[in-house]
């Protein structure tokens, strides 16, 4: 870094943003997107309104570089600069609705000073990922009126911060007359203007940009393991690379949309290298990458082409990933395997179709038997599914021999770990299934029923159904004591069944003699054999229940004859 890599000085966001400036202010290329939740968004305004704030708002440093006379690039410090342009368009909106001609001119005067200027020049331009829905629906002076969506996560978390100031400044003046209100927007955009303050860090390259957002972030800054990963790739790139760089990560994120692209990059990490335990993933990725010589656009070009293989995953694409498809919906929708996904990207990369399809019907056996239906510990079951995807990352491409022998290892591995037939018997009576998983569970047990007496599934127009009732109504099933005892058991897997949508709007919450007429008159088997065996609904009866739906769930996951998962 040389010797005058950066000065520091206090501007106020008026001085930043004001359109008076000769410089306007840019997010370079390499910056990622709108990134504050809610939670950021919250304290922000808490933050500003707090009664007993100083006069001058400290809001941080953010890092420039002067590229030009009229251009600043914001290296770091959008998230404050965008949230703050968004208030300001809140401010402008509000002000309009007020609907008087003091309102309109105060809202023209926001509009031009802060947002755009009088020849159209955004006082503020965002990333090329957001550039253009900023533009349309916080900058645009008919913004309000703009019906366009938001396609990626950084787009949503805008929306999302400008319906939650929006909300925020109506409430504020939902007591005020018209004049009082405009007085106090007024009084919120002179605070904006000339009293939140920031450091401003002025660099004198890119070079020591990067090294300056790196240690930024050593010093607490928090930054993302995308925005550390990418920073870092653009600071090691040849500059006549990094438009290229810049091009392959954009078409990852946009592929990515709304999704989390740090969880990916850790499965990713995962799937290749194994678990992480206490070192870092930015460390992890940083010195794997210094390691192997590798270019930062061969990097990102490789994580790109595995990103298409994690969306097909996530996406449960029949197109791209055929017969499993199913059975990764069941694993990351049915009972939300998220530590199965580094296996199965390893997997997907390594074997045919027809062998990726069998592990991922094992692979949902062992998650149902292991978390799902004994409840073992979690962090036990990804060392083991971690440490089986890296094995399978390690076999060679063309060695056809050793993908079959590792196709039978993996099948072995998993029923060695799984809970046996003895362990499920002994868990099925006190059985209390996971709410995100209950309803494939009781479907899958509803289709084998089905499936032996009809040749045919339970059908997806019907619901999971609550015999005992989440919510009973005050004096009913034995009133308060009769409540008490039943209320442990409402996800115990012996009160559950699946329903017609019909008959499971009508129950409801009635108690079990109306219940029970209707389970007799339904088309699934399920219901129907609870409503013949059953005269009461109480703790015995579930589990004895719980009992009999003991041999099923060995039957149906099971590493023999997975056909049912």
């Given amino acids: 870094m040389s010797e005058n890599a950066f000065n520091s000085r206090s501007k106020t966001i008026g001085e930043l943003l004001s359109s008076n400036q000769q410089s306007r202010i840019v997010v370079p290329t390499f910056q990622r997107g709108y990134s504050w939740e809610i939670k950021h968004v919250k ?23 002067n590229k030009s006379d009229t251009v600043t690039e914001l290296l770091d410090g959008q998230q404050r600069l965008a949230t703050a342009t968004i208030l300001f368009s809140v401010l402008r909106d509000v002000g309009r609705e007020l609907g008087f001609v003091d309102a309109n001119n105060f809202a023209a005067y926001v509009q031009r000073d802060f947002i755009i200027g009088e020849e159209g020049q955004r006082c503020l331009q ?83 940009a990067f090294q300056i957002f790196e240690t930024l972030n050593d010093r607490g800054l928090r930054l993302s393991v995308p925005d550390l990963l990418l920073n870092y790739l653009m600071r090691v790139c040849p500059q006549q690379d990094r ?16 999704r989390d692209i740090s969880r990916f990059l850790r499965h990713l990490w995962v799937s290749r290298y194994g678990d992480l335990k206490t070192e870092s993933l930015f460390s992890a990725l940083k010195s794997e990458i210094s390691k192997q010589s590798i270019s ?19 996406t449960f694409s029949e197109e791209q990933i055929g017969s499993a498809a199913p059975y990764v919906r069941s694993l990351i ?49 990804e060392t083991q599914l971690f440490a089986l995807a890296r094995s399978i990352r390690n ?63 339970t059908g997806h127009e019907s619901n999971l159904e609550h015999i005992y009732p989440q919510n009973p109504d005050e004096g009913t099933w034995g009133g308060e004591s009769g409540q008490a005892a039943l ?79």
């Fill in 43 to 65: 304290t922000f305004w808490t933050d500003i309104n707090d009664p007993n704030r100083s006069p001058k708002y400290f809001l941080g440093p953010i890092v420039i570089l």
């Fill in 126 to 208: 965002m990333g090329e990922l957001d550039d253009s829905y900023f533009s349309e629906c916080v900058q645009a002076d008919n913004a309000p009126t703009s019906k366009r969506s938001p396609k990626l996560r950084s787009q949503r978390h805008i929306s999302q911060a400008r319906q939650f100031l929006l909300q925020s400044v109506r409430t504020a003046i939902s007591t005020k007359d018209k004049f009082e209100s405009l007085k106090y927007l007024k009084t919120l955009k002179n605070f904006l203007r000339s009293d939140l303050v920031l450091a401003c860090i002025t660099v004198d390259s890119d070079g020591d």
């Fill in 243 to 258: 438009p290229q760089l810049r091009k392959v990560w954009n078409e990852m994120v946009m592929l990515m949309g709304r």
């Fill in 296 to 314: 930062s656009v061969d990097f990102v070009q490789a994580c790109a082409t595995e990103c298409q293989n994690y969306m097909a995953l996530l």
């Fill in 333 to 381: 929708q049915g009972i939300d395997a998220q530590s199965s996904l580094p296996m199965l990207l390893s997997a997907y990369t390594k074997f045919t179709p027809a062998d990726f399809t069998n592990i991922t019907k094992w692979l949902l056996v062992f998650v149902t038997r292991w978390s799902v239906l004994l409840g073992l510990e979690s962090s036990e079951l």
């Fill in 395 to 457: 076999i060679s491409d063309k060695d056809e021999k050793a993908k079959q022998s590792k196709v039978k290892e993996v099948k072995e591995t998993l029923r060695k770990l799984s809970p046996d037939h003895k362990q499920i018997d002994a868990a099925a009576e006190r059985l209390i299934l996971p709410p995100e998983s209950a309803a494939y569970v009781i479907r899958k047990l509803s289709d084998a029923m089905e499936s032996k007496t009809k040749e045919k599934g």
């Fill in 487 to 565: 209320e442990p058991y409402t996800w115990h897997i012996g009160n559950l069944t699946m329903l017609g949508e019909r008959l499971n709007t009508k129950v409801k919450n009635e108690e079990y003699p109306v219940k029970r007429a209707k389970y007799a008159s339904s088309e699934l088997v399920m219901a129907q054999s609870i409503a013949k065996k059953y005269a009461v609904w109480d703790r015995s009866t579930i589990e004895d229940r719980a009992k009999t739906l003991a041999p099923w769930l060995k039957q149906i996951w099971n590493f023999d004859n997975p056909s049912q998962v």
